[in-house]
């Protein structure tokens, strides 16, 4: 790690034009995929696909259609968005400017130097993506009837994450800055372990005290449904410390059910949303597809990919930590050890966005095996039908453009997901 006192010169190297080109490339082919998206969605609104003629109405249909679009078109502008604050924070010469500014309060290099500097990085990205957030909710939600949230919970909810998001995170960064600072060349090894460590940590927290925070979970222990729940856990070989209904509705009208937590500490959450729209034997072949995912273990392999891929990105930080070009090339004329965080946490996912298809695609398969353990321990019939409405409910297109789709899509497109569910 550089000492801070060493001041380079902001001049524009191989890395500058290394960034430029990966931030334009994935910043075009985010517009790109969009615009294809809109048109295809667009010149397929007036025909429901055959497979869904008799489930989905023509309204419903081009309501997706138009919702989608319209979401699409957002999205678009967050690209630009995203992309102008990439730039202006680091080539830009914002986080020099905020580490000359914290520099003046507190000292330079120090954990509290580059916990304040890290911190209001992150505050400024917040803050660009902030309009685009709201006028999603209040604009495009409730344009399409989805919204449930009042300005009043949006700033509660706001300040609410914000809090939360300081008491949980700035610890970590302490710690971090922390072993960064004192650790020498194997620094990165040791903020892997605590990095690891904490999002166990993290899984056992958010849903004993942070969920409650936001939503209301009422424990379901009589009637058909929790009968039917309790008889697929039986099937399924599935222990869990109970069933509860969250009130999603007071945000969105989107449905949605998961299970927080691991080991014996299991929930099962079911969205009011949800439960009120699917008949119990619906709702229990989603709960089976749910279960397909823990039994076949995706959920820990997904934690080990991701412990291997952070171990792989912690170590490349630590061969760029010390390397003085790594800062001028991203406009950074002081090094600290926060800057480097600051600048690879910003840089590095314009790098990792053209891995999106191999992820997706890993994902989608994962999809159709938990489909697969599903309508062997629930009503094929009944998973389909709870698919249909969950498609209508959510108004997602049933006509993706193939190469978004491949490109994004974690779910596989509905009449590829239910032509292979009617195949089992
Ligand atoms: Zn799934």
């Known amino acids: 790690m550089q000492p801070a006192c060493i001041i380079l010169s902001r001049v524009p190297n191989a890395l500058t034009w290394l960034f430029l080109v990966a931030l334009s490339l ?7 995929l969009a615009r294809r998206q809109i048109r295809y969605v667009l010149a397929h609104r007036d025909a429901v696909p055959a497979t869904f003629t008799e489930a989905i109405p ?44 914290w520099g003046s ?52 909810d706001l300040a609410k994450h914000t809090l939360v998001g300081l008491a949980l995170g700035v610890p970590l960064l302490l710690a971090v ?16 372990i605590v990095w690891v460590a904490y999002s166990m940590l993290m899984m056992m927290v958010y849903p004993a005290f942070i969920l409650p925070l936001f939503n209301k979970f009422t424990p379901i222990t009589e009637g058909e449904l929790a009968a039917r729940v309790a008889a697929v856990l039986a099937r399924c070989g599935f222990k ?6 969250m009130d999603g509705s007071k945000r969105s009208s989107h449905g949605n059910a ?14 009011d949303t949800l439960v009120s729209r699917l008949q119990p034997p619906e709702v229990e072949a989603v709960l089976a597809h749910e279960l397909g995912h823990y039994r076949l273990h995706h959920i820990a392999k997904g934690m080990a990919l991701s412990a291997a891929v952070s171990l792989a990105v912690l170590w490349l930080l630590g061969q ?12 950074v004329a002081a090094p600290s050890d926060a800057a480097a965080l600051a600048l690879f946490l910003l840089v590095l996912p314009e790098f990792l966005f053209f891995v999106q298809p191999l992820t997706s695609r890993y994902s989608r398969k994962r999809e159709y095996e938990a489909d697969a353990y599903a309508v062997s321990h629930a009503e094929p019939a009944d998973l389909v039908r709870a698919l249909v409405k969950l498609y209508q409910d959510n108004a997602a297109t049933l006509t993706p453009d193939p190469l978004h789709s491949a490109f994004y899509d974690s779910h596989p497109p509905a009449a590829m997901r239910i032509a292979r569910l009617k195949t089992i």
């Open 26 to 32: 994935a910043a075009l082919t985010r517009l790109w």
């Open 58 to 101: 023509l309204a419903a249909h081009q309501k997706a259609a138009d919702y989608t679009a319209a979401k699409s078109r957002l999205g678009m502008l967050d690209v630009l968005i995203n992309s102008a604050t990439l730039l202006v924070l680091t080539l830009g010469g914002v986080i020099q400017w905020l580490s000359d500014a």
């Open 105 to 156: 309060l507190l000292q330079p290099g120090a954990v509290a130097h580059g916990t304040a500097l890290l911190l209001s990085v992150f505050f400024l990205q917040g803050l660009a993506g902030l309009p685009t957030a709201a006028y999603r909710t209040f604009g495009i939600e409730a344009r399409f009837g989805f919204n449930r949230m009042t300005p009043g919970l949006f700033l509660a």
């Open 177 to 192: 800055l922390w072993l960064m600072g004192r650790m020498g060349q194997l620094w990165w090894l040791y903020v892997w």
């Open 240 to 245: 869990s410390s109970g069933l509860y209904l």
């Open 258 to 271: 998961f299970f927080t937590g691991f080991g014996a500490a299991k929930r099962i959450v079911l969205f």
């Open 320 to 331: 760029l930590i010390d390397q003085p070009w790594f800062y001028q090339g991203l406009g």
